[in-house]
Protein backbone atom coordinates (compact mmCIF):
# COMPACT_ATOMS: atom_id res chain seq x y z
CA UNK A 1 0.00 0.00 0.00
CA UNK A 2 1.56 3.49 -1.03
CA UNK A 3 1.59 5.55 2.17
CA UNK A 4 -0.46 8.74 1.50
CA UNK A 5 0.61 12.24 1.95
CA UNK A 6 -0.54 14.18 5.06
CA UNK A 7 -3.65 15.60 3.68
CA UNK A 8 -4.17 12.99 1.12
CA UNK A 9 -7.75 11.19 0.36
CA UNK A 10 -9.06 7.71 1.15
CA UNK A 11 -5.65 6.04 -0.38
CA UNK A 12 -6.21 2.61 -0.68
CA UNK A 13 -9.36 2.30 1.27
CA UNK A 14 -11.88 -0.59 0.68
CA UNK A 15 -15.39 0.72 1.13
CA UNK A 16 -18.42 -1.67 1.03
CA UNK A 17 -22.22 -0.63 0.69
CA UNK A 18 -24.90 -0.02 2.35
CA UNK A 19 -25.08 -1.62 6.35
CA UNK A 20 -21.99 -0.08 8.25
CA UNK A 21 -22.16 -1.71 11.54
CA UNK A 22 -19.29 -3.07 14.56
CA UNK A 23 -21.12 -5.04 16.81
CA UNK A 24 -24.03 -3.89 18.36
CA UNK A 25 -10.40 -10.14 36.97
CA UNK A 26 -7.60 -10.64 37.94
CA UNK A 27 -5.87 -8.44 40.16
CA UNK A 28 -2.30 -6.94 39.96
CA UNK A 29 0.47 -7.35 42.48
CA UNK A 30 -0.13 -5.09 45.99
CA UNK A 31 2.62 -4.20 48.13
CA UNK A 32 1.99 -6.18 51.75
CA UNK A 33 1.61 -2.99 53.99
CA UNK A 34 0.95 -3.05 57.68
CA UNK A 35 -1.20 -0.39 59.35
CA UNK A 36 -5.49 -0.69 60.10
CA UNK A 37 -7.76 1.03 59.20
CA UNK A 38 -9.74 3.31 62.27
CA UNK A 39 -13.37 2.95 62.10
CA UNK A 40 -14.72 6.95 61.28
CA UNK A 41 -17.59 8.12 60.23
CA UNK A 42 -17.98 8.62 56.35
CA UNK A 43 -17.70 12.96 55.69
CA UNK A 44 -21.61 14.50 54.49
CA UNK A 45 -20.21 15.13 51.06
CA UNK A 46 -16.95 13.10 50.10
CA UNK A 47 -15.53 14.20 46.38
CA UNK A 48 -19.28 15.36 45.38
CA UNK A 49 -20.70 12.58 47.31
CA UNK A 50 -24.11 11.10 45.94
CA UNK A 51 -25.84 10.70 42.71
CA UNK A 52 -26.73 14.11 41.81
CA UNK A 53 -23.60 15.72 43.18
CA UNK A 54 -21.04 13.28 41.21
CA UNK A 55 -22.77 14.22 37.56
CA UNK A 56 -22.95 17.65 38.39
CA UNK A 57 -18.98 17.80 38.57
CA UNK A 58 -18.29 14.85 35.87
CA UNK A 59 -18.16 17.61 33.21
CA UNK A 60 -14.75 16.44 32.22
CA UNK A 61 -13.95 12.90 31.67
CA UNK A 62 -15.79 11.67 34.86
CA UNK A 63 -14.90 9.16 37.09
CA UNK A 64 -14.98 10.48 40.32
CA UNK A 65 -16.64 7.77 41.89
CA UNK A 66 -15.01 4.19 41.81
CA UNK A 67 -17.01 1.27 42.37
CA UNK A 68 -16.23 -2.68 42.97
CA UNK A 69 -13.52 -4.49 44.79
CA UNK A 70 -10.58 -4.10 41.11
CA UNK A 71 -11.95 -0.71 40.33
CA UNK A 72 -10.90 0.61 43.65
CA UNK A 73 -7.86 -1.41 44.11
CA UNK A 74 -6.61 -0.56 40.82
CA UNK A 75 -7.28 3.48 42.12
CA UNK A 76 -5.21 2.86 44.72
CA UNK A 77 -2.32 1.65 43.21
CA UNK A 78 -1.93 3.28 39.95
CA UNK A 79 -1.58 6.50 42.15
CA UNK A 80 -2.23 8.72 39.33
CA UNK A 81 -4.70 10.55 41.07
CA UNK A 82 -6.16 11.94 44.62
CA UNK A 83 -8.03 9.58 46.33
CA UNK A 84 -10.50 11.44 49.00
CA UNK A 85 -11.98 8.13 50.70
CA UNK A 86 -12.84 4.65 50.72
CA UNK A 87 -15.96 3.65 51.61
CA UNK A 88 -16.69 -0.31 52.91
CA UNK A 89 -19.76 -1.98 53.98
CA UNK A 90 -19.25 -2.81 57.57
CA UNK A 91 -19.97 -6.56 57.64
CA UNK A 92 -16.82 -6.99 55.65
CA UNK A 93 -14.62 -5.69 58.11
CA UNK A 94 -12.07 -7.79 58.60
CA UNK A 95 -12.93 -9.65 55.56
CA UNK A 96 -10.10 -11.30 53.33
CA UNK A 97 -11.40 -10.13 50.02
CA UNK A 98 -11.06 -6.13 51.13
CA UNK A 99 -8.29 -6.55 53.11
CA UNK A 100 -5.43 -5.77 50.58
CA UNK A 101 -7.54 -2.25 49.69
CA UNK A 102 -7.60 -1.15 53.21
CA UNK A 103 -3.78 -1.79 53.89
CA UNK A 104 -2.64 0.26 51.02
CA UNK A 105 -5.74 2.70 51.75
CA UNK A 106 -4.03 3.41 54.83
CA UNK A 107 -0.37 2.89 53.99
CA UNK A 108 -1.31 5.88 51.70
CA UNK A 109 -3.34 7.48 54.70
CA UNK A 110 -6.44 7.62 52.92
CA UNK A 111 -9.40 7.22 55.22
CA UNK A 112 -11.79 4.22 55.33
CA UNK A 113 -15.27 4.28 56.33
CA UNK A 114 -16.94 1.38 57.71
CA UNK A 115 -21.02 2.37 56.80
CA UNK A 116 -24.00 -0.32 56.69
CA UNK A 117 -24.63 -1.37 53.64
CA UNK A 118 -28.05 0.43 53.08
CA UNK A 119 -25.96 3.75 52.80
CA UNK A 120 -23.06 2.13 50.84
CA UNK A 121 -25.99 0.98 48.24
CA UNK A 122 -27.80 4.67 48.06
CA UNK A 123 -24.83 6.29 47.02
CA UNK A 124 -23.80 3.15 44.53
CA UNK A 125 -24.53 4.04 41.01
CA UNK A 126 -23.71 0.48 39.97
CA UNK A 127 -25.98 -2.15 40.77
CA UNK A 128 -23.38 -4.70 42.27
CA UNK A 129 -20.68 -2.49 44.13
CA UNK A 130 -19.36 -5.10 46.02
CA UNK A 131 -19.32 -3.50 49.45
CA UNK A 132 -16.72 -1.15 48.57
CA UNK A 133 -16.57 2.74 46.14
CA UNK A 134 -14.28 5.37 46.72
CA UNK A 135 -14.15 9.06 46.34
CA UNK A 136 -11.85 10.68 44.05
CA UNK A 137 -10.15 13.14 41.68
CA UNK A 138 -11.40 13.32 38.62
CA UNK A 139 -9.84 11.75 35.49
CA UNK A 140 -6.95 13.12 34.11
CA UNK A 141 -7.21 14.13 30.31
CA UNK A 142 -4.54 13.06 27.98
CA UNK A 143 -3.76 15.78 25.14
CA UNK A 144 -3.93 14.66 21.41
CA UNK A 145 -0.96 16.07 20.71
CA UNK A 146 0.61 13.99 23.01
CA UNK A 147 -1.11 10.76 22.34
CA UNK A 148 0.29 11.27 18.83
CA UNK A 149 3.58 11.16 19.94
CA UNK A 150 5.73 7.88 20.46
CA UNK A 151 5.12 6.15 23.39
CA UNK A 152 8.08 4.58 24.76
CA UNK A 153 10.16 4.30 21.46
CA UNK A 154 6.71 2.98 19.35
CA UNK A 155 4.86 4.50 16.94
CA UNK A 156 1.63 5.57 18.42
CA UNK A 157 -1.34 3.08 18.74
CA UNK A 158 -4.92 4.54 19.23
CA UNK A 159 -8.48 3.88 19.47
CA UNK A 160 -11.19 6.36 18.67
CA UNK A 161 -14.77 5.58 19.43
CA UNK A 162 -17.58 7.06 17.25
CA UNK A 163 -20.81 7.42 19.11
CA UNK A 164 -20.36 4.49 21.76
CA UNK A 165 -22.94 5.38 24.40
CA UNK A 166 -23.23 2.37 26.61
CA UNK A 167 -20.78 2.34 29.68
CA UNK A 168 -20.45 -1.06 30.49
CA UNK A 169 -19.33 -1.45 26.45
CA UNK A 170 -16.93 1.38 27.44
CA UNK A 171 -15.65 -0.21 30.41
CA UNK A 172 -15.08 -3.35 28.16
CA UNK A 173 -13.20 -1.91 25.30
CA UNK A 174 -10.79 0.28 27.80
CA UNK A 175 -9.85 -3.31 29.53
CA UNK A 176 -9.24 -4.56 26.14
CA UNK A 177 -7.13 -1.55 24.96
CA UNK A 178 -4.75 -1.97 27.85
CA UNK A 179 -4.39 -5.34 27.40
CA UNK A 180 -3.39 -4.87 24.04
CA UNK A 181 -0.43 -2.10 24.20
CA UNK A 182 -3.05 0.86 22.82
CA UNK A 183 -1.22 4.13 23.60
CA UNK A 184 -4.37 6.38 23.31
CA UNK A 185 -8.37 6.56 23.38
CA UNK A 186 -9.95 9.32 21.54
CA UNK A 187 -13.80 9.65 22.88
CA UNK A 188 -16.02 12.72 21.70
CA UNK A 189 -16.64 15.53 24.54
CA UNK A 190 -20.88 15.17 22.93
CA UNK A 191 -22.97 11.94 22.51
CA UNK A 192 -21.11 9.14 24.00
CA UNK A 193 -20.19 7.82 27.19
CA UNK A 194 -17.34 9.20 29.50
CA UNK A 195 -16.15 7.84 32.47
CA UNK A 196 -18.84 6.49 34.98
CA UNK A 197 -18.64 4.00 38.01
CA UNK A 198 -19.84 1.54 35.49
CA UNK A 199 -17.32 2.02 33.46
CA UNK A 200 -14.92 1.74 35.97
CA UNK A 201 -16.01 -1.18 37.20
CA UNK A 202 -16.65 -2.82 33.70
CA UNK A 203 -12.83 -2.19 32.91
CA UNK A 204 -11.64 -3.45 36.32
CA UNK A 205 -9.54 -0.53 36.92
CA UNK A 206 -8.19 -0.37 33.08
CA UNK A 207 -8.94 3.35 33.37
CA UNK A 208 -6.54 4.64 35.80
CA UNK A 209 -3.78 3.30 33.28
CA UNK A 210 -5.48 4.39 29.96
CA UNK A 211 -4.76 7.79 27.97
CA UNK A 212 -7.75 9.20 27.02
CA UNK A 213 -8.23 12.63 24.96
CA UNK A 214 -11.64 14.03 24.71
CA UNK A 215 -12.15 15.47 21.08
CA UNK A 216 -14.28 17.94 20.50
CA UNK A 217 -15.43 16.30 17.17
CA UNK A 218 -14.11 13.07 15.76
CA UNK A 219 -14.04 13.80 12.32
CA UNK A 220 -11.72 17.22 12.93
CA UNK A 221 -9.70 15.10 14.84
CA UNK A 222 -9.21 12.17 12.59
CA UNK A 223 -8.14 14.99 10.15
CA UNK A 224 -5.32 15.90 12.90
CA UNK A 225 -4.40 12.27 12.83
CA UNK A 226 -4.08 12.33 9.26
CA UNK A 227 -1.75 15.55 9.50
CA UNK A 228 0.56 13.53 11.63
CA UNK A 229 0.93 10.57 9.33
CA UNK A 230 -0.92 8.19 11.67
CA UNK A 231 -2.74 5.82 9.78
CA UNK A 232 -6.96 5.61 10.23
CA UNK A 233 -8.78 2.26 10.00
CA UNK A 234 -12.41 2.42 10.31
CA UNK A 235 -14.07 -1.12 11.15
CA UNK A 236 -17.12 -1.72 9.15
CA UNK A 237 -19.08 -4.61 8.38
CA UNK A 238 -19.02 -4.19 4.78
CA UNK A 239 -15.83 -4.08 4.07
CA UNK A 240 -14.00 -5.99 1.27
CA UNK A 241 -10.66 -5.63 3.11
CA UNK A 242 -10.22 -7.36 5.88
CA UNK A 243 -8.86 -6.96 9.94
CA UNK A 244 -6.03 -9.67 9.09
CA UNK A 245 -4.64 -8.14 6.22
CA UNK A 246 -3.40 -5.28 8.12
CA UNK A 247 0.12 -6.31 8.87
CA UNK A 248 1.91 -3.70 6.30
CA UNK A 249 -0.02 -0.86 8.51
CA UNK A 250 0.72 -2.32 12.14
CA UNK A 251 4.21 -0.97 12.08
CA UNK A 252 3.24 2.36 11.73
CA UNK A 253 1.40 5.06 13.34
CA UNK A 254 -2.24 3.81 13.03
CA UNK A 255 -6.15 4.60 14.42
CA UNK A 256 -8.74 2.20 15.27
CA UNK A 257 -12.35 3.44 14.68
CA UNK A 258 -15.31 1.66 16.22
CA UNK A 259 -18.52 3.29 15.47
CA UNK A 260 -21.64 2.93 17.56
CA UNK A 261 -23.57 0.00 18.70
CA UNK A 262 -26.23 -0.85 16.36
CA UNK A 263 -25.53 2.57 13.96
CA UNK A 264 -21.49 1.87 13.29
CA UNK A 265 -19.82 4.30 11.81
CA UNK A 266 -21.27 7.93 10.65
CA UNK A 267 -20.91 8.69 7.29
CA UNK A 268 -18.78 11.96 7.91
CA UNK A 269 -16.58 9.47 9.66
CA UNK A 270 -16.25 6.83 7.34
CA UNK A 271 -15.38 9.13 4.39
CA UNK A 272 -12.28 10.75 6.43
CA UNK A 273 -10.97 7.03 7.40
CA UNK A 274 -8.09 5.53 5.13
CA UNK A 275 -8.74 2.11 4.98
CA UNK A 276 -12.13 0.54 5.49
CA UNK A 277 -11.74 -2.80 7.06
CA UNK A 278 -13.87 -6.11 8.83
CA UNK A 279 -13.90 -8.59 10.62
CA UNK A 280 -14.77 -11.76 9.13
CA UNK A 281 -17.74 -13.65 10.42
CA UNK A 282 -18.13 -17.43 10.30
CA UNK A 283 -21.04 -18.17 11.88
CA UNK A 284 -24.95 -17.28 11.52
CA UNK A 285 -24.57 -13.88 13.04
CA UNK A 286 -23.22 -10.42 11.05
CA UNK A 287 -21.29 -8.57 13.59
CA UNK A 288 -19.77 -8.54 17.30
CA UNK A 289 -20.20 -6.50 19.87
CA UNK A 290 -18.71 -3.39 19.60
CA UNK A 291 -16.51 -4.51 22.33
CA UNK A 292 -15.46 -7.82 21.22
CA UNK A 293 -14.76 -5.90 17.85
CA UNK A 294 -11.96 -3.67 19.81
CA UNK A 295 -10.33 -6.64 21.35
CA UNK A 296 -10.43 -8.78 17.74
CA UNK A 297 -9.09 -5.71 16.35
CA UNK A 298 -6.45 -4.16 18.56
CA UNK A 299 -4.85 -7.76 19.44
CA UNK A 300 -4.35 -8.37 15.81
CA UNK A 301 -2.56 -4.85 15.28
CA UNK A 302 -0.26 -5.90 18.48
CA UNK A 303 0.33 -8.74 16.57
CA UNK A 304 0.96 -7.35 13.44
CA UNK A 305 3.96 -4.89 15.61
CA UNK A 306 5.23 -8.56 16.60
CA UNK A 307 5.35 -9.87 13.76
CA UNK A 308 9.10 -10.89 12.70
CA UNK A 309 8.76 -11.20 8.95
CA UNK A 310 6.90 -7.63 9.73
CA UNK A 311 10.12 -6.39 11.75
CA UNK A 312 12.72 -7.45 9.17
CA UNK A 313 10.70 -6.19 6.25
Not at 71 to 96: F, Q
Not at 184 to 198: F, K, N
Not at 237 to 264: K, N, Q, T, Y
Request: hydrophobic fraction near 35%.
Amino acid sequence: MTRRGPKGGNGGSSRGGGKARTGGTGGRGTPSRGGGAQRQRPPRSAGGGGRQGSRQQDRGLGGRQVEGRQAVRELLIAERRTVHDVWVAAELEGDPGVADIVEIAAARRIPVSYVGRGKLDREARTDAPQGVLAHAGQLPEADLADLVRPADGSPPFLVALDGVTDPGNLGAIIRNCDGAGVTGILLPRHRAAHVTPTVTKASAGAVEYARIALVPGLPTAIGQLREHRVWVVGLDDAADRSIHDLADLAVDPICLVLGAEGAGLSRLVRSRCDVLASIPMRGGVSSLNVSAAAAVAAYEITRGRQSPSIHSS
